[in-house]
């Protein structure tokens, strides 16, 4: 996707952001002037829904829809948006106001031992604005390119966003990404520059690069600081003020979308939900569009951020149910929940998440096979991005093959595991998917081409059975300072990378893109940038397709024989490297042997690269003291024959430990 700089591509298709029917993007042209009652009213101290209320079920039906506003935060990693969702919830009174609120909506232990977003998570605010009492509905999302996945989800259930850009660092790789889902949403889009307290801030600087890069007048910009509360409030006044409330009908039939879920394992699967029409409350029977199965509801309520039971949800609300799901596989993450008497269409729900990064994961013991499945049932019900395929290894025992969208959702599924479940596994390298182009002639008039796609590199097809390998290939973003443009272009050509676009966002920096095949990205390359440019780079990609490349399957042998569990998929030109890399690293986990054994890499019948592990020797001339040499010779003659017999006849048993080493994940520094 090409990202335009400057107005004019905007209003040369009639997509400029303030236009009607695309992106909403600011004030109002012609907007009144606040009463003196609305504006002492906004200065006034604001409390929540009422703390006595909340422990009662609070009457949701006092909210009519154009007292909703629904919205999401969303940006670059580390520009403050978990900050700012805090002291939105400390200004509408829904949490007490103490020096221990940081990331108060996040709440996995591996989103505050890393610092980040890794689940979005639901908040319903009450606010008091113009004397009257709104209901603000606000998601917090991830900012890291691996879980953008959550984002595209939180937002099909919102009609704005805040889109928030650090006054130091400026528009980010994800920045721009973000705002473009968005967009694509037809979303209002506020955008808010945080961290104007900082020594280096020039939020002047980031309001020209918004105006040029997402053509919203800068004067559309608030400032802010989320982490003193520094014009904080200005926020939920521009909430209520420029994004619109819902499009709903509470006349119609119950129509819900199920945008995210959770598992408890006392309650069964938790749904958060957002209402498109009617209403919903316990004792309802409810039909799932997905499965078609009947369910009694046993709760409702919304979250405040925790869960807070209500009488009933109406339409244009966000909130949670609680239907006594107890199979995982009855949750779909964008299924459609009506009443059972009226049944409706069903909403569009989402596209289909599209595994970047291929894993396999076995259990360290195989007897704990079992408690490993149903763990990693129930995280990839709080995950629906992972796909997973069941596996097998001669040396690894039973497992699985996972989709992951990047290498650090695949850190963070991992370490998720052994936090929430206690499960260790086994992690192997990653992989991309690949496709071939198979060939097929039952009769000369019967020739068709079938596209198969491979996630394991054992079911490769034989070249003589394909017409084309394809590999698949991303678009990404590069944003830096200008002067490490040099370096990270250098840095892209040895990646097999294709300059699509350059582009300067102002005078210091400038926005790359590239065509990078997706296998030369997935393991180091962000680790690798940040080196060259000591930092200030950010990168983000998209999916492209595929394209075609010179792919062939390499085998590692030991004394001959392959090792199904080593054989891996490579680029021709790189094949040498990464057979050498491999061997190498074998070679220094294989234990020694009373006979030599040659560890190899070879593509068909060709080896390409090759380590020699030596066997264990004993001196047999030892105790000869002198005497006829040929009595020496023949000592060392038969000594050899025996090698060699045990060459033929011995069983390489590698370890599992050895397996580990060679196929353990490479982590993202």
């Given at each position: 996707?090409?990202?335009?700089?400057?107005?004019?591509?905007?209003?040369?298709?009639?997509?400029?952001?303030?236009?009607?029917?695309?992106?909403?993007?600011?004030?109002?042209?012609?907007?009144?002037?606040?009463?003196?009652?609305?504006?002492?009213?906004?200065?006034?101290?604001?409390?929540?829904?009422?703390?006595?209320?909340?422990?009662?079920?609070?009457?949701?039906?006092?909210?009519?829809?154009?007292?909703?506003?629904?919205?999401?935060?969303?940006?670059?990693?580390?520009?403050?948006?978990?900050?700012?969702?805090?002291?939105?919830?400390?200004?509408?009174?829904?949490?007490?106001?103490?020096?221990?609120?940081?990331?108060?909506?996040?709440?996995?232990?591996?989103?505050?031992?890393?610092?980040?977003?890794?689940?979005?998570?639901?908040?319903?605010?009450?606010?008091?604005?113009?004397?009257?009492?709104?209901?603000?509905?606000?998601?917090?999302?991830?900012?890291?390119?691996?879980?953008?996945?959550?984002?595209?989800?939180?937002?099909?259930?919102?009609?704005?966003?805040?889109?928030?850009?650090?006054?130091?660092?400026?528009?980010?790789?994800?920045?721009?990404?973000?705002?473009?889902?968005?967009?694509?949403?037809?979303?209002?889009?506020?955008?808010?520059?945080?961290?104007?307290?900082?020594?280096?801030?020039?939020?002047?600087?980031?309001?020209?690069?918004?105006?040029?890069?997402?053509?919203?007048?800068?004067?559309?910009?608030?400032?802010?600081?989320?982490?003193?509360?520094?014009?904080?409030?200005?926020?939920?006044?521009?909430?209520?003020?420029?994004?619109?409330?819902?499009?709903?009908?509470?006349?119609?039939?119950?129509?819900?979308?199920?945008?995210?879920?959770?598992?408890?394992?006392?309650?069964?699967?938790?749904?958060?939900?957002?209402?498109?029409?009617?209403?919903?409350?316990?004792?309802?029977?409810?039909?799932?569009?997905?499965?078609?199965?009947?369910?009694?509801?046993?709760?409702?309520?919304?979250?405040?951020?925790?869960?807070?039971?209500?009488?009933?949800?109406?339409?244009?609300q966000v909130g949670y149910l609680i239907a006594g799901m107890k199979d995982v596989t009855e949750a779909q993450i964008g299924d459609t929940l009506y009443l059972h008497k009226h049944p409706v269409e069903p909403l569009p729900g989402f596209k289909s998440a599209k595994p970047m990064v291929f894993a396999g994961m076995y259990p360290i013991d195989q007897s704990e096979y079992n408690n490993l499945k149903s763990?990693?049932?129930?995280?990839?019900?709080?995950?629906?991005?992972?796909?997973?395929?069941?596996?097998?290894?001669?040396?690894?025992?039973?497992?699985?093959?996972?989709?992951?969208?990047?290498?650090?959702?695949?850190?963070?599924?991992?370490?998720?595991?052994?936090?929430?479940?206690?499960?260790?596994?086994?992690?192997?390298?990653?992989?991309?998917?690949?496709?071939?182009?198979?060939?097929?002639?039952?009769?000369?008039?019967?020739?068709?081409?079938?596209?198969?796609?491979?996630?394991?590199?054992?079911?490769?097809?034989?070249?003589?059975?394909?017409?084309?390998?394809?590999?698949?290939?991303?678009?990404?973003?590069?944003?830096?300072?200008?002067?490490?443009?040099?370096?990270?272009?250098?840095?892209?050509?040895?990646?097999?990378?294709?300059?699509?676009?350059?582009?300067?966002?102002?005078?210091?920096?400038?926005?790359?893109?590239?065509?990078?095949?997706?296998?030369?990205?997935?393991?180091?390359?962000?680790?690798?940038?940040?080196?060259?440019?000591?930092?200030?780079?950010?990168?983000?990609?998209?999916?492209?397709?595929?394209?075609?490349?010179?792919?062939?399957?390499?085998?590692?042998?030991?004394?001959?024989?392959?090792?199904?569990?080593?054989?891996?998929?490579?680029?021709?030109?790189?094949?040498?490297?990464?057979?050498?890399?491999?061997?190498?690293?074998?070679?220094?986990?294989?234990?020694?042997?009373?006979?030599?054994?040659?560890?190899?890499?070879?593509?068909?019948?060709?080896?390409?690269?090759?380590?020699?592990?030596?066997?264990?020797?004993?001196?047999?001339?030892?105790?000869?003291?002198?005497?006829?040499?040929?009595?020496?010779?023949?000592?060392?003659?038969?000594?050899?024959?025996?090698?060699?017999?045990?060459?033929?006849?011995?069983?390489?048993?590698?370890?599992?430990?050895?397996?580990?080493?060679?196929?353990?994940?490479?982590?993202?520094?």
């Amino acid at each position: 996707m090409w990202i335009p700089a400057g107005r004019s591509w905007w209003r040369g298709r009639g997509l400029a952001p303030w236009a009607s029917g695309s992106v909403r993007t600011g004030l109002p042209r012609s907007r009144p002037a606040p009463t003196a009652a609305a504006a002492a009213e906004s200065r006034a101290p604001h409390r929540p829904y009422g703390s006595a209320e909340l422990k009662e079920k609070p009457d949701m039906s006092r909210f009519p829809v154009e007292d909703i506003r629904n919205f999401s935060i969303i940006a670059h990693v580390d520009h403050g948006k978990s900050t700012l969702a805090d002291r939105l919830l400390e200004l509408t009174g829904t949490i007490d106001k103490t020096k221990n609120n940081k990331q108060v909506l996040d709440k996995l232990q591996v989103e505050r031992e890393r610092g980040i977003t890794v689940k979005a998570q639901t908040a319903s605010l009450f606010y008091s604005f113009g004397g009257k009492q709104y209901l603000l509905n606000l998601i917090d999302t991830p900012g890291h390119v691996d879980f953008s996945y959550e984002v595209s989800r939180s937002l099909s259930a919102c009609q704005g966003v805040l889109l928030v850009v650090d006054a130091n660092e400026g528009i980010q790789a994800q920045t721009v990404a973000n705002f473009f889902l968005a967009f694509e949403a037809q979303l209002s889009v506020i955008p808010i520059i945080n961290k104007i307290d900082l020594k280096n801030a020039d939020p002047e600087r980031v309001e020209k690069q918004i105006e040029k890069v997402f053509d919203i007048p800068s004067e559309e910009c608030i400032k802010i600081s989320a982490k003193l509360g520094t014009n904080v409030e200005s926020v939920l006044q521009a909430v209520i003020e420029r994004i619109p409330p819902p499009n709903v009908h509470r006349n119609n039939p119950l129509k819900a979308l199920v945008f995210d879920s959770t598992f408890d394992q006392y309650r069964g699967v938790i749904a958060n939900v957002a209402l498109f029409d009617g209403m919903v409350s316990k004792g309802d029977k409810i039909v799932s569009a997905h499965t078609l199965k009947t369910y009694d509801v046993n709760e409702v309520g919304i979250l405040v951020p925790n869960e807070q039971p209500t009488h009933k949800l109406y339409a244009g609300q966000v909130g949670y149910l609680i239907a006594g799901m107890k199979d995982v596989t009855e949750a779909q993450i964008g299924d459609t929940l009506y009443l059972h008497k009226h049944p409706v269409e069903p909403l569009p729900g989402f596209k289909s998440a599209k595994p970047m990064v291929f894993a396999g994961m076995y259990p360290i013991d195989q007897s704990e096979y079992n408690n490993l499945k149903s763990a990693i049932e129930k995280l990839t019900l709080n995950d629906s991005s992972v796909t997973v395929h069941r596996d097998s290894s001669l040396a690894l025992g039973a497992g699985w093959r996972l989709g992951f969208l990047g290498l650090l959702h695949m850190e963070v599924f991992n370490q998720r595991l052994e936090q929430e479940y206690n499960a260790s596994v086994i992690l192997t390298t990653p992989t991309v998917p690949y496709k071939a182009a198979l060939s097929s002639a039952k009769l000369i008039k019967d020739y068709r081409e079938k596209e198969i796609t491979i996630i394991n590199p054992a079911q490769f097809p034989d070249k003589s059975k394909v017409t084309e390998y394809l590999e698949p290939v991303v678009l990404g973003t590069i944003i830096t300072p200008d002067e490490y443009s040099g370096k990270i272009m250098g840095l892209c050509q040895t990646r097999r990378a294709v300059q699509k676009n350059m582009t300067f966002i102002d005078q210091n920096r400038v926005m790359l893109k590239y065509l990078f095949p997706l296998n030369e990205i997935v393991v180091d390359f962000y680790d690798s940038l940040k080196t060259v440019s000591s930092g200030y780079a950010s990168f983000d990609y998209e999916d492209a397709g595929y394209q075609t490349a010179e792919l062939v399957k390499m085998d590692i042998l030991l004394n001959g024989n392959i090792i199904e569990e080593l054989t891996t998929v490579v680029h021709k030109d790189k094949a040498y490297s990464v057979g050498k890399t491999i061997c190498e690293r074998l070679k220094d986990s294989l234990p020694r042997q009373l006979f030599e054994i040659a560890i190899q890499a070879s593509i068909g019948s060709k080896i390409i690269a090759r380590e020699t592990v030596k066997a264990y020797r004993k001196n047999v001339l030892a105790k000869c003291y002198g005497g006829d040499i040929s009595r020496k010779m023949k000592l060392l003659k038969r000594q050899a024959e025996g090698k060699r017999k045990l060459r033929k006849i011995g069983n390489i048993e590698v370890p599992k430990d050895a397996f580990i080493k060679v196929l353990k994940a490479q982590p993202n520094k």
